[in-house]
């Protein structure tokens, strides 16, 4: 009995916690909204079905969707798996029902009007095979057949499975092409460097014919589709030809070269058009040619030099239609309307729209047209941008909507602060400009100030009324997302609204404003592609200017791969305006080498800007701009450089060095660590934030002492995994972390976790390190903490001595059990580092918790001493309980996310939290409650009636004493 009490007060201890970390966060209701916001976006759209109402699309991000076609929101969205298996490889619409087939692993069924799911159906295929195939055949259309993994299935609408045949796989084919006849099926195999076989199929699954045609010139990645007539057409490179086969009668490809239909160049893409016997081949960005096959030859149909994209449409009793789109310049497109009978261009539904040039060249469109009243046509036409973006166009060429979809592909977030109003600009140029203070005498100045401080009067009177006039703002009332050039965007009081700068896969960048979520300016980088870095695409955005150094303007870089060349390509721009800087192209810079690694220096020029530090192939050290290379070689003793390489396992330091005759720096090996690539690949390298601000270098302990943090700038966290077999043949993951001095090379710590596997997400700040990973041998995500301490003495880093090396740091770490799984994590920052520090999980469910460090600390005991009491360390538990006030996006599922980018607000105790992934959501954050400012609720009223009540009450005593003095002198 006396054994369990101690268990006893740890579990009440424990609870008595959780209740008490419950009350201290939650959210109001009224609340909901005022200092957060949410967007919602479907991804790059991969499959679009255009139906006048709706658009039903399927994109990249394994996304099921239907969007209004009046204004473009979401009527409602299904997030598929996140892999593989949730691909979407198919969608075919019929009637009210939406199918989907998911990368070889399931066929599923979508209510087209609420988006609930009417059924699903294994397929049972590999998740690396080819891409399934679907189509629908009968008269009626109510047969899906779906090739998936050498296999053929059919169902009906209801979900039925009518029948399964396994492929015949004896000759090697690879089964990629599916054609849906009234009462047959055709299925195209492929075998390289010998033939095409078509085996054909009756409607209730038997096999009719089989026949092999000779291709010794097709292979593995040979481009080919099937129309819609039953015609297979490829592409050969090598002749520049097409060659075509007719799957009902042909025995033999027929052969058509290029050159013959009048067209130059290569190929870059075949497309069907679902229309008859007629194709389109793509020769470049802005040139297609439509094709027709016919018995016995290709032939040229159109020639479309300035066309980008083509669809066919045909709606009700208007004729099929050929609809055509191209830029003409750099802002608008022009949108051609062609009967394919007559091949006539229709002027009445033609047009010239405005497509702004941040958007690209147009990849797709898709038009609908229906009969008015009065009998004219009218139309509406969705484009498919390279950007991603999806732009609705009614007639006449007016814009009704557009969708940013590029943002839910954000690689890299900056928050950069918003510059000072004009009038504290004025209070900047009197006392920062000294070449004013000198030369303006006093009259001058103090006609500055009195102007300076009534036009400030002013701006305050003309804000105020503005919020006299400004309702309650709600999230469900309907925003202009439009950005007013008017507006002035200023810093507020607190440094809260900020500019939020993200830079996304297809090369585009946004600037949101950090209060609203409203678009402020976009730029594309056409060239611009991610690198690839231990398994992920990265784009780099560095800061090297902020708006603190008026008049010098802010500048950022953008840094990714030229999408031909393979070289650096580098973009220098405002952050909060988008303008490149002077000397910038505006599709960005071939920096003329490849990159293998980048930072910014901690040294600035005479105007403070941080260098751009770029290291190539040739370990040649590059600086940008160029005028900060003096100022790199006064300190170049002290830069130094390490680059991880996941292909080899391999992990160098440089130091800088400067070649004397040429004058250029270069880097020079200091130290390499080898993780042997058979046994492990690098996943995770993760730094310190440069501009990491830590308030307290110790901990103070029970016994009055203090725990000297171990506070390493130049500490990197390393995660690497493999595989390894046990006693028993069976594979296992193995997670190994390292902590690895990047100056001198030195294996600060490592651990090895045994039946673990990633995805890993890391988060290193201060002496600290956690990250997750899941636990194979118990089937449980689990987080892990490390922190590193000097001891109880510091070590005096100013004396250095090869006798006596600073002892290794004392090691702490300590494990939990998660209840889901993480797709991100950061740590808030503020802006001195006083507040208490939280780490964001964003779980798989959609939830973002905010948990206290305090909670992660690797020191908690199993049983509690008095010391530990009196130091507040809460009692060992293995679950890391997390309560539902503790989600900061409360009812606002955020799906698949990405990453969290936190930023340092005015006030000390709040910090800025973006998470970014296929939705974006922001709040504040604030782990320590926000200690600096007056709440919300605050009784203003009732305080400056007590304050006024305590004046008069003195002033009456004063009086009152003063005549009672008075009386009894006179007494």
């Known amino acids: ?295 016995d030859a290709v032939k040229l149909v159109l020639n479309l030099p300035k066309v980008s994209a083509v669809s066919v449409s045909s709606s009700g009793d208007i004729e099929d239609t050929l609809v055509t789109i191209g830029r003409q310049g750099t802002e608008n497109a022009v949108i051609r309307c062609l009967n394919l009978k007559t091949l006539k261009e229709i002027p009445e539904i033609s047009q010239e729209v405005h497509l702004a040039h941040h958007h690209g060249t147009p990849v797709g469109i898709q038009g609908f047209f229906f009969k008015k009243r009065d009998g004219s046509t009218g139309h509406r036409t969705v484009v498919l941008s390279e950007d991603q973006s999806i732009v609705m166009f009614q007639q006449g060429g007016k814009m009704s909507w557009i969708r940013e979809e590029a943002i839910s592909s954000i690689l890299s977030v900056e928050m950069v602060d918003l510059p000072v109003s004009e009038n504290q600009a004025k209070y900047e140029d009197e006392f920062g400009a000294q070449q004013a203070v000198i030369s303006d005498d006093i009259g001058t100045k103090f006609v500055k100030r009195l102007t300076t401080q009534l036009s400030q009067v002013k701006s305050f009177v003309v804000h105020l009324q503005q919020q006299l006039l400004k309702g309650p703002r709600h999230q469900y009332l309907e925003e202009d997302n439009e950005f007013n050039e008017d507006e002035e965007l200023t810093r507020d009081e607190f440094s809260i609204n900020k500019m939020i700068v993200a830079v996304t896969a297809p090369g585009k960048l946004f600037g949101i404003e950090s209060s609203t979520g409203r678009i402020i300016w976009r730029h594309l980088l056409p060239a611009l592609v991610p690198f690839e870095r231990q398994g992920k695409q990265l784009l780099l955005l560095f800061v090297q200017r902020t708006t603190a150094h008026f008049p010098n303007p802010p500048q950022c870089a953008v840094l990714g791969r030229h999408k031909v060349s393979g070289h650096g390509l580098l973009y220098l721009f405002d952050p909060i305006t988008g303008i490149p ?140 995994e493999g595989e390894t077999e046990d006693s028993q043949q069976k594979v296992s993951g193995v997670l190994n972390i390292y902590l690895v001095d990047s100056v001198t090379g030195d294996m600060i710590f490592q651990a090895s976790h045994k039946k673990a596997r990633g995805p890993v997400h890391l988060v290193h700040t201060e002496n600290w390190v956690v990250y997750n990973y899941w636990n194979e041998k118990n089937r449980r995500n689990e987080i892990t903490v490390v922190e590193l301490y000097e001891g109880t003495s510091q070590t005096n880093a100013t004396v250095f001595s090869s006798l006596h090396p600073p002892p290794p740091p004392i090691v702490g770490r300590q494990s939990y059990i998660l209840p889901h799984g993480i797709s991100a994590m950061a740590d808030t920052i503020t802006e001195m580092g006083i507040t208490a520090k939280s780490v964001l999980l964003a779980f798989t469910t959609g939830n973002v918790a905010e948990v206290s460090k305090f909670m992660l600390d690797p020191r908690r005991p199993l049983n509690p001493t008095m010391a530990d009491r009196e130091e507040g360390i809460p009692p060992y538990i293995p679950e890391l309980l997390v309560a539902f006030e503790a989600m900061i996006n409360y009812n606002q599922t955020v799906l698949k996310v990405h990453g969290i980018q936190t930023a340092a607000a005015g006030l000390e105790s709040t910090s800025l939290s973006l998470v970014y992934g296929l939705d974006l959501f922001f709040t504040q954050v604030t782990p320590s409650r926000k200690y600096d400012v007056l709440k919300e609720d605050f009784d203003y009223f009732f305080i400056s009636a007590v304050l006024i009540g305590m004046i008069v009450v003195s002033v009456v005593s004063q009086k009152l004493a003063a005549r009672k003095a008075l009386n009894r002198a006179w007494t």
């Open 581 to 720: 800087t002077a000397g910038t192209p505006a599709e960005g810079a071939d920096t003329g080498y490849r990159v293998v690694q980048a930072t910014t220096l901690g040294v600035t020029d005479d105007h403070h800007l941080k260098g751009l530090f770029i290291l190539d192939a040739e370990l040649k050290v590059h600086v940008y701009p160029e005028h900060v290379k003096g100022h790199v070689k006064a300190v170049q003793s002290t830069l130094f450089l390490f680059n991880a390489d996941v292909n080899t396992g391999l992990i160098t330091g440089y130091r800088i060095q400067e070649d004397i005759k040429t004058q250029s720096l270069h880097a020079v090996e200091l130290w390499t660590i080898n993780l042997p690539k058979e046994t492990q690949t690098i996943t995770n390298v993760v730094g310190k934030r440069p501009t990491e601000h830590v308030h307290s270098p110790g901990k103070p302990l029970a016994d009055r002492s203090v725990l000297y943090k171990y506070l390493n700038p130049n500490l990197v966290a390393i995660t690497a």
């Open 1 to 295: 009995m006396a054994a369990s009490m101690p268990q006893v007060s740890v579990c009440c201890i424990s609870l008595i916690l959780l209740f008490l970390a419950s009350l201290c966060q939650g959210l109001y209701e009224d609340q909901i909204g005022k200092f957060d916001w949410k967007q919602e976006y479907v991804g790059e759209v991969s499959h679009l079905n255009f139906e006048g109402k709706r658009l039903l699309v399927g994109t990249k991000h394994n996304v099921v969707a239907s969007l209004n076609a009046r204004n473009g929101q979401i009527v409602w969205r299904q997030v598929l798996e996140e892999d593989s298996r949730g691909r979407i490889d198919a969608l075919l619409v019929k009637d009210k029902i939406a199918i989907t087939v998911s990368g070889n692993d399931h066929i599923r069924s979508w209510d087209v009007e609420y988006g609930g799911l009417n059924w699903e159906e294994p397929l049972d295929g590999a998740p690396d095979a080819p891409e399934a195939q679907a189509c629908l055949m009968g008269s009626s259309q109510d047969t899906m057949v779906v090739l998936s993994a050498g296999k053929l299935l059919a169902f009906n609408v209801n979900g039925q499975e009518l029948f399964r045949k396994v492929l015949p796989s004896s000759d090697g084919a690879i089964h990629k092409f599916l054609h849906c006849g009234r009462t047959e099926i055709n299925v195209i195999g492929v075998v390289p460097n010998s033939h095409v076989s078509i085996a054909t199929y009756s409607d209730s699954g038997n096999v009719q014919s089989q026949s092999p045609v000779p291709a010794d010139w097709v292979k593995k990645d040979t481009r080919c589709l099937l129309i819609a007539d039953g015609h297979l057409v490829c592409y050969e490179p090598q002749l520049s030809s097409l060659r075509t086969l007719a799957l009902k009668k042909g025995q033999a490809f027929s052969t058509t070269l290029l050159q013959e239909l009048g067209l130059q160049g290569q190929a870059v893409k075949l497309t069907s058009l679902n229309h008859r016997n007629m194709f389109v081949v793509q020769l470049s960005a802005s040139h297609l040619a439509l094709l027709s096959v016919g018995t």
